[in-house]
Nanobody, 128 residues
């Protein structure tokens, strides 16, 4: 069983940057595809970014493409989400998730139900 803990959220102004971290314990993340999702009140949790086990393949929601970058450090068992040029519409609780079926290079899922392990979330608030 892998436990995920997000950190790095906070209150920033539009145009600022934040870097979220997702630290894992219990098992190595090196065999999991990883994803970041976000959720606002009254809405479904939505895919933001994903990365395959190698770190060489990534996928992004159109709304964050070119502004957000997902990366991973398997040696440190950590996944990151660098968020630049933040907008008020990026305000949400951000969750990291691990997909245990994603041990194949190049595999990334955008589907919430494919992810097996979730962190508790970290709040990101962007003021305009």
């Amino acid at each position: 069983q892998v436990q995920l803990v997000e950190s790095g959220g906070g209150l920033v102004q539009a145009g600022d940057s934040l870097r979220l971290s997702c630290a894992a314990s219990g098992r190595t993340l090196s065999t999991y595809a990883m994803g970041w999702f976000r959720q606002t009140p009254g809405k479904e949790r939505a895919f933001v970014a994903g990365i395959d086990v190698s770190g060489r393949s990534t996928s992004y929601a159109d709304s964050v493409k070119g502004r957000f970058t997902i990366s991973r450090d398997n040696a440190k068992n950590t996944v990151f989400l660098q968020m630049n040029s933040l907008k008020s519409e990026d305000t949400a609780v951000y969750y990291c998730a691990a997909d245990q079926a994603g041990s194949t290079w190049g595999y990334i899922s955008r589907i919430l139900s494919n992810y097996d392990h979730w962190g508790q979330g970290t709040q990101v608030t962007v003021s305009s």
